[in-house]
Nanobody, 115 residues
Framework: QVHLVESGGGLVQAGGSLRLSCAAS????????MGWYRQAPGKQRELVAA???????NYADSVKGRFTISRDNAKNTVYLQMNSLKAEDTAVYYC?????????WGQGTQVTVSS
């Protein structure tokens, strides 16, 4: 079993930055691809960024050039550096990880961007 613990959310002004962290514990050698999703009130959950175990990344068009996903395999942690934040980035951000044939989700962390 893999457990994901997220941190780093908060309130920030438009144009500011936040860094989200998601630490995986449990079957640490079984963690494969990881990603960040977000869901705003009244909207569908959407993929923000993903990273493979080898470091390949993928981003939603809306965050390209502003967000950077990375991982520290020694710490079993994935990060999302969010720069130039916009009001439309306001959402609950969820960490997702694959391990074996299962997927795991973090509890979510609120990101609020004031305009």
């Amino acid at each position: 079993q893999v457990h994901l613990v997220e941190s780093g959310g908060g309130l920030v002004q438009a144009g500011g930055s936040l860094r989200l962290s998601c630490a995986a514990s449990g079957s640490i050698f079984s963690v494969g691809a990881m990603g960040w999703y977000r869901q705003a009130p009244g909207k569908q959950r959407e993929l923000v960024a993903a990273i493979t175990s080898g470091g390949s990344t993928n981003y939603a068009d809306s965050v390209k050039g502003r967000f950077t996903i990375s991982r520290d395999n020694a710490k079993n942690t994935v990060y999302l550096q969010m720069n130039s934040l916009k009001a439309e980035d306001t959402a609950v951000y969820y960490c997702r990880a694959f391990a074996g044939s299962y997927e795991y989700w973090g509890q979510g962390t609120q990101v609020t961007v004031s305009s």
